[in-house]
């Protein structure tokens, strides 16, 4: 009778979970019972590791073989234990000494040849190894860059079973072909996002800038606002007037990820299998930009048994853009508010809850009615006013109060097409004044949870920094008039201080606070000002909905 453990993880969500294998070989029929709560794709281990073991020069043992996988009340699945799995075995049946397993980590697919094959989530699982205590992993070659970037672990990196056999044997190590390139990222994922590239988009190398806009200049302050304090925005207008150029632009204004942030992300790109080949570590935010026919699995997570990265995890640190919002499913879309709010997502299925992190930067694109030409200069729109509000009611109201900033973007003027070369600002340009306010606003933060303005609670924001005084005197004056919310008040101060970061002052000022208020109702407040001043609040309330912004911007 022989026995021999080794360790290997299972990945729950984007978190990893050690798992011990353990081989047991006794006198019997030759039989191969693989246990511990399996799914598919393990319980086809058997035949892989079989034949790598055979193919590898080692001899199969002929006994009755049972590997566990504990601990047993976890869901394991996937490829990423055919390793341990071997070795395992190899050491019952005493072709290794069990005793040079018992400290090591294993994960790596097995081909039938016995090549060592890259799994996702390399870098969640090596994580998960050194909050466990071990020291020692074995990977597959190619993923050595990517387990190297857990400080403290001694990293292994092997092409084959052959070659780790004589590793642990204290054989003469046999050379290996390497393996052609085998496909990563994801297919299924590539174009959906962009990790680690800044504004890089599927489109080559070319790095879109902010000086290719032309005109939109309030589109591209509100812009520059997002980023500075992570504010959700919403951008609307007809098609051809920049919405997607705009968005497209937002990650390049976005710093640089901090380490904790490249780990964080590095790890959800690893587990949903979008890393790009000879990039181990995604250093800036990605841009996630789903098709607005997307489910609500792909979206939130999910999948068969338990639920992988969507596009909200993937965009963690970065940009999530859905263009053609008022096109996708409203079920689906209210399905961003609790992320929004909390930066996690919670998705149960009947395998399990897992918790994925989703702290990201939201920004929405959609037309103002179905045609695209409602309220143009052009006209022609032939839409029914019963089919515009269906169209603009698919953003429920509840989404919409999340989003900080809504920019009506408008068709760019033929003078300002011609004049595109002359005193437009580049996105690095743009970019070092959002490092600076970035900066500002962290120091004022030090010593507290928060880190960008967008995450400061409304209270904080009302006692512990408070603005000029008189500054919120319009904004309390739109809360009487129903045009603001309380939640909606306490976005307004968030903005407000964005601005005043940006322009380098000590606290927003009246001129900041109404300029929030301008970009969440749609109402001009300059003209609102000088109405409300020698009027009742009333009349103010009615020159405010005069020209409203249309139900989607509205609190």
């Known amino acids: 009778m022989g026995f021999a453990r080794t360790c290997s993880v299972a990945l729950v969500g984007v978190e990893g979970v050690v798992v011990e294998v353990q081989a047991d070989l006794e006198p019997g ?15 086809e281990s058997r035949d892989r590791v079989r034949a790598a073991v055979v193919n590898s020069g080692a001899e199969w043992p002929q006994k009755k073989l049972t590997v566990g996988l504990s601990p047993a009340s976890v869901p394991k699945g996937g490829s990423g ?10 050491g019952a049946a005493e072709r290794l000494d069990p005793r040079e397993l018992t400290d090591l980590m294993m994960i790596g697919e097995l081909g039938l040849d016995g090549r060592v094959r890259p799994v996702r989530g390399v870098l969640p699982a090596v ?4 909050d466990a205590g071990y020291r020692q992993v074995v990977v597959p070659e190619r993923t050595v860059a990517e387990a190297s970037l857990v400080p403290g672990i001694s990293v292994l990196g092997v092409r084959s079973l052959r070659q780790l056999i004589a590793v642990l044997a204290d054989e003469p190590v046999p050379e290996e072909e390497d393996a052609p390139q085998e496909g990563r990222p994801d297919p299924l994922l590539a174009g959906l996002v962009v990790p680690g590239t800044g504004a890089g988009l599927p489109r080559g190398d070319h790095v879109p800038d902010l000086a290719d806009v032309a005109g939109q200049h309030t589109a591209r302050r509100a812009l520059e606002v997002a980023a500075a304090g992570r504010h959700h925005i919403f951008f609307k207008g007809p098609p051809g007037a920049g919405k997607t150029m705009l968005a497209e632009r937002l990650p390049g204004l976005l710093p640089p990820l901090t380490p904790k942030e490249s780990l964080e992300v590095t790890a959800v790109h690893s587990v949903a299998g979008t890393l790009p080949p000879g990039q181990p570590l995604v250093d800036r935010p990605p841009y996630c930009a789903p098709h607005h026919s997307a489910t609500m699995a792909s979206l939130v997570g999910g999948g068969t048994g338990l639920p992988r990265p969507g596009a909200v995890s993937l965009a963690h640190h970065g940009v999530l853009f859905v263009d053609e919002a008022a096109e996708c499913n409203p079920s689906v879309l209210d399905a961003l508010r609790q992320p929004l709010e909390s930066g996690h997502v919670v998705v149960a299925r009947a395998a399990g809850m897992i918790r994925m992190p989703a702290r990201f930067l939201l920004a929405l694109a959609a037309n103002p009615c179905p045609c695209g030409r409602h309220g143009t200069l052009s006209g022609g729109c032939e839409c029914r006013p019963s089919s ?10 509840p989404l919409m109060d999340r989003v900080d900033l809504r920019i009506a973007v408008e068709p ?39 880190h960008t303005n967008s995450e400061v609670p409304g209270h904080e924001l009302r006692t512990r920094w408070q603005a000029d005084p008189g500054a919120l005197a319009q904004a309390e004056r739109d809360l009487e008039c129903g045009l603001l919310t309380a939640r909606g008040l306490d976005r307004v101060l968030r903005v407000a201080w964005t601005a005043a970061d940006l322009a380098g002052r000590d606290r927003p000022t009246s001129e900041d606070v109404n300029w929030a208020l301008e970009l969440r109702t749609g109402v001009r407040r300059g003209a609102l000002t000088t109405v409300s001043s020698g009027t009742s609040d009333r009349t103010a309330h009615e020159t405010a909905t005069t020209h409203p912004p249309g139900p989607q911007n509205q609190d």
């Open 127 to 130: 994580l998960a190894a050194a």
């Open 29 to 43: 029929v030759a039989a191969f019972t693989l246990v511990g709560l399996p799914d598919k794709s393990l319980i």
């Open 388 to 397: 515009i509000r269906r169209y603009r009611a698919r953003l429920s109201g």
């Open 81 to 90: 234990f055919d390793l341990a799995v071997a070795c395992a075995v190899l």
């Open 412 to 450: 760019v003027a033929r003078s300002e097409l011609i004049a595109l070369s002359r005193g437009a600002e580049s996105s690095a340009t743009v970019a070092d004044r959002v490092r600076a306010a970035r900066e500002r606003a962290a120091a004022r933060l030090t010593g507290t949870p928060w």
